[in-house]
T-cell receptor
Framework: EDQVTQSPEALRLQEGESSSLNCSYT??????LFWYRQDPGKGPEFLFT???AGEEKEKERLKATLTKKESFLHITAPKPEDSATYLC??????????FGIGTKLQVIP | GAVVSQHPSRVICKSGTSVKIECRSL??????MFWYRQFPKQSLMLMAT?????????EQGVEKDKFLINHASLTLSTLTVTSAHPEDSSFYIC??????????FGQGTRLTVV
């Protein structure tokens, strides 16, 4: 069964304190690993798509990386406005989509 | 990025009534639209996938007669929750994609059935 597991469930950082969020997956035939940001009461906002192990993508303070079993979302020198829930999902065989439960990030000034 | 507009953002309805939620792609033609529901502190659960002009494909356990999906044009899909009950209260989110884009999400609709 395809699964996506995110850790930690919650993370509290001081402003400027860099860290990483993890998304591990088991899927037959990965066809994309996606990261989103979701603010309370809003729909997810697309951040990155990664397709193959070794691939990296960056956007401002965020960098996503992918291995054969997991993906990391690295946050460098976060700011309070980075506070949100970060979701990952994959698209596997037969276009099956599985979301992780998310990591709720709180950045304290 | 592409814009997907979902309406309404919040709705309260009485038990037994039906509610329609609209999902529009504003600046691209959405050949495929997806409907999700999200319970508090849980991940998004895919309910159904619809391709323009075709019947929706429902995920296992989702009642197609209760959650009616119409995708009659390349820019609009609707989800109608029929005979709503309190257990249908949830956060419903649509997403849309074209063959050349990734899926972009709407703002979500908070449905409360009283």
């Amino acid at each position: 069964e395809d699964q996506v597991t995110q850790s930690p469930e919650a993370l509290r950082l001081q402003e400027g304190e860099s860290s990483s969020l993890n998304c591990s997956y088991t899927v037959s035939g990965l066809r994309g690993l996606f990261w989103y940001r979701q603010d309370p009461g809003k729909g997810p906002e697309f951040l990155f798509t990664l397709y193959s192990a070794g691939e990296e993508k960056e956007k401002e303070r965020l960098k996503a990386t992918l291995t054969k079993k997991e993906s990391f979302l690295h946050i460098t020198a976060p700011k309070p406005e980075d506070s949100a829930t970060y979701l990952c999902r994959h698209r596997g065989g037969y276009q099956k989509v599985t979301f992780g439960i998310g990591t709720k990030l709180q950045v304290i000034p | 990025g592409a814009v997907v507009s979902q309406h309404p953002s919040r709705v309260i309805c009485k038990s037994g009534t039906s509610v329609k939620i609209e999902c529009r792609s504003l600046d691209f033609q959405a050949t495929t639209m997806f409907w999700y529901r999200q319970f508090p502190k849980q991940s998004l659960m895919l309910m159904a996938t619809s391709n323009e002009g075709s019947k929706a494909t429902y995920e296992q356990g989702v009642e197609k007669d209760k959650f009616l999906i119409n995708h009659a044009s390349l820019t609009l899909s609707t989800l109608t929750v029929t005979s709503a009950h309190p257990e249908d209260s949830s956060f419903y989110i649509c997403s849309a994609r074209s063959p050349n884009t990734e899926a972009f999400f709407g703002q979500g609709t908070r449905l409360t059935v009283v």
